[in-house]
């Protein structure tokens, strides 16, 4: 025989009395209920003055009050007790059900508490698998790299235990890739069009010079361009004169 304390809630308890189960039917069942041990029984119910008056459970229905009545028999493993508060001989309003399974006493749960546990189940549930769920995303972030020139790739523990126990061969990095030089040298061009450059280096050591001045040097001036065509034409034709016309040769005497 167990004690529990009653102030316990009565959805999580259960209640038996070994010496009652060989004898337990339906005549007994609900002495078996009425004892003073048993944490479901109301002790100020009608079925408690009936018993002290020595009265059969027929005189129940002609009472006002808190009862207890087997509304269910399976013999010998289950009963159903039920306690409802009585108004009239025709008129009962159901209070709580209670279940007996091989001697044992539970209270069966009312629709609010059978909700209220569905939810909050839920609820842990989904809070659990949206955990789980954040914590893979988490540790999938973890192997991810990323390098401009080669991209995103994934990097586990497993490769970093092989690369350990492989020798390790020394690779000649490339300091940049095509794409990346072929890039950079359209943005210089770019740049060289829209800003051109003022001033202009020769030779190394010597002072930068005005991009302007420069093209002035480079330029031949008119002048002495025709200067220097007329006195090539001069020199051509007095060497022609001096030489004299091919067809003509000199006479010996």
């Known amino acids: 025989m167990a004690a529990v304390d009653i102030r316990d809630n009565l959805l999580g308890i259960s209640w038996v009395d070994s010496s009652w189960i060989p004898i337990l039917n339906s005549g007994s069942v609900l002495d078996y209920f009425s004892e003073r041990s048993n944490p479901f029984y109301d002790r100020t119910c009608n079925n ?18 808190v009862e207890y009545i087997l509304l269910h028999a399976q013999e010998p493993i289950l009963f159903i007790i039920r306690k409802q508060q009585r108004q009239s001989p025709a008129q009962v309003i159901p209070l709580a059900d ?4 091989a001697g044992v006493i539970y209270q069966a749960p009312d629709l609010g508490s059978v909700i209220n546990s569905r939810v909050n189940s839920f609820s842990f549930h989904k ?14 972030v973890s192997y991810c790299r990323y390098h401009p020139s080669k991209g995103y790739w994934w ?54 010079v005005p991009v302007d001045q420069t093209k002035k040097e480079t330029e031949p001036i008119p002048e002495t361009i025709k200067s220097e065509e007329k006195e090539t034409t001069k020199n051509v034709q007095q060497t022609v004169n001096v030489k004299g016309p091919p067809g003509k040769r000199m006479r010996l005497q």
Do not use: C, W
Not at 51 to 64: C, I, W
Not at 160 to 175: F, G, H, I, L, N
């Open 48 to 65: 408690e003055v009936v018993k002290m008056q020595r009265l059969t459970l027929e005189h129940l229905n002609q009472m006002v009050g």
């Open 127 to 140: 809070l659990t698998a949206v955990h789980g769920i954040q914590s893979a995303f988490d540790e999938a």
């Open 98 to 101: 209670y279940y007996i399974i």
């Open 155 to 208: 990097h586990f523990k497993d490769h970093e235990e092989q690369d350990k126990v492989k020798p390790k061969a020394k690779r000649k990095e490339e300091p940049s890739s095509i794409f990346q030089r072929q890039r950079v040298d359209a943005l210089l061009v770019d740049l060289r069009q829209k800003f051109p450059p003022r001033f202009v280096q020769q030779k190394s050591g010597e002072k930068p």
